[in-house]
């Protein structure tokens, strides 16, 4: 009796101090046991974390799409929390083995339009978007209701060399789509935005202009910026995002990544104008958009010889305090990435990274390893908690009130059995329901397909 009451007080007293949350299991969904399956830049295509949105929540439906082993596109729907999934397929099959070209799913608030782009790397775009209404319509879910494939986004050209399709909400229920255009290490940052009707072009925001000269003495004068997010909160737009330079001679070793440095830019006109962190003015976009020589926009900076990975996560939180997840292999591990695959894998950390609104940025290593080259994905929930999906679906957290310290592992997937292939793609629009659904795929080998799951979490429950 005794000792039982000794248990409960402590826990007691633990749960007001701020234990670090929790996350309970609530489903796990298959939703094709025959995903395609292949690794090409470490990752595979239907689970990235660039990914806006692989798997999309909006009102009482969650939308997801993926392919098929016989290379289909297919977009599925459930109503949620536990209607059973519809799918179909859309007339369009992935065009070749490359695991940038991902599905992108958006929706446009005003008309209840679903859109999808896809199918891109550096390339023209695939478009479709579906007849109003059906996001919240639950009409039935089938192919006819979605218009022709284009390689222009609805009215709009965004030229032929096209990746990273995204659809982002803005706080006024415009729906925007963020891309690159050009290549890796010689791209530029894009914005389009769609008012119910027609899409218009907003234009680049970060260019690939500029000359940088690198720890070892080597200049380069080409790059794009890679972005770990393009997320609104109470207004405000934050972006934060890593330099990838094209002469790979700024690296101590030909087998790192050029990455280099973290960067923060915000913007207070759904992208049109840009300030830094200390709130200079530095970049309009169409006409100035901010490159690498632009002053004050390093908030955390780190040479490209270590390993640093592009396009991890960011979330912002009720304070309008921007939080990111940025990994590399840190300097006690040596100060030269020669392989980032198996030096990320062996010796690559996380790093929470946050602005406090006052403007200082703060960095704390997550205490568990990556053992993985691939990324993780921060989400937090409506009390400032945060939850990181690190690679095989490791739920790590850490409380607000302990002021994001008490790192713990809420869920290990690894020995939850679910053999997920490392990166996962997480649904950020659901967070506010108080749910983290998370996209992942079965590892497999060579090109054997292998089963798409959606499996969902109360937070903190
Ligand atoms: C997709 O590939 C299948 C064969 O697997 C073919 O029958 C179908 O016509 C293709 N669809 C398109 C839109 O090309
Ligand atoms: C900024 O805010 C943080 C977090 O509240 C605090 O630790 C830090 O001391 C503040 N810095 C300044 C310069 O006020
Ligand atoms: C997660 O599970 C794996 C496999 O059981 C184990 O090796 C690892 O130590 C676990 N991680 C933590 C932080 O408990
Ligand atoms: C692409 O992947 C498919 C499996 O989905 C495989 O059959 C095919 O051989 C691969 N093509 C190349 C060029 O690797």
């Keep these: 009796m005794l000792w039982l009451l000794f248990i409960s007080l402590v826990s007691t007293l633990f749960a007001l101090c701020g234990a670090a949350p929790k996350v309970t299991q609530i489903s796990n969904s298959l939703l094709d046991s025959n995903g395609i399956f292949f690794v090409s830049f470490d990752g595979v295509v239907n689970v990235n974390s660039f990914q806006l949105s692989g798997v999309l929540t909006f009102g009482n439906y969650q939308f997801v799409g993926w392919y098929t082993s016989s290379r289909a596109a297919i977009l599925a729907r459930r109503q949620l929390p536990s209607g059973s999934w519809s799918t179909f397929q859309l007339p369009h099959n992935l065009s070749t083995n490359d695991s940038h070209n991902v599905i992108a799913l958006g929706v446009s608030p005003s008309d209840g339009k679903i859109h999808v782009a896809l199918d891109c790397h550096s390339t023209q775009v695939f478009y479709t978007s579906s007849e109003a209404g059906l996001a919240t319509s639950g009409a039935s879910w089938e192919a006819s209701r979605f218009g022709t494939i284009t390689t222009t986004i609805g009215n709009l050209n965004v030229g032929t060399v096209v990746t990273y399709p995204q659809f982002v909400i803005t706080p006024d229920n415009l729906l925007q789509f963020v891309y690159r255009s050009g290549i890796s290490g010689n791209g530029a940052t894009q914005l389009a935005e769609y008012n119910g009707g027609t899409w218009s072009n907003v234009g680049s925001w970060a260019s690939g202009s ?137 010796n690559g950390r996380a790093f929470h990274l946050y602005r406090s609104s006052n403007g200082t940025w703060t960095k704390v290593e997550i205490p568990f390893p990556l053992n993985a080259v691939g990324r993780s994905q921060i989400v937090m929930d409506s009390a400032d908690n945060i939850y990181v999906v690190m690679p095989f679906v490791r739920i790590v957290t850490a409380s607000k009130s302990s002021g994001w310290t008490d790192w713990t592992m809420a869920f290990n997937g690894t020995s939850a059995g679910l053999n997920a292939f490392g990166e996962v793609t997480v649904d950020r629009a659901r967070i506010s329901q108080g749910v983290l659904s998370i996209l992942y795929q079965l590892s497999s080998t060579g090109t054997t397909p292998s089963a798409v799951h959606v499996i969902d979490f109360q937070l903190n429950g």
């Design 210 to 346: 500029g000359t940088y000269t690198s720890t070892n003495g080597v200049q380069s004068t080409a790059r794009n910026l890679y972005i770990h997010g393009f997320t609104y909160r109470s207004g405000s737009l934050q972006v934060t995002g890593t330099w990838r330079e094209q002469n790979s001679a700024v690296m101590c070793n030909s087998g790192g990544l050029t990455n280099h440095d973290t960067v923060f830019i915000s913007s207070a006109d759904k992208g049109r104008t840009w300030k830094n962190s200390a709130g200079s003015n530095v970049g309009t976009s169409g006409s100035s958009p901010v490159n690498v020589n632009t002053a004050g926009l390093i908030v955390d900076s780190l040479n490209a010889d270590h390993g640093l990975m592009n396009q991890e996560s960011q979330d912002i939180d009720s304070a309008g305090q921007l939080h990111a997840i940025i990994s590399y292999v840190p300097g006690r591990f040596g100060q030269c990435v020669t392989n980032y695959v198996t030096d990320r894998t062996n």
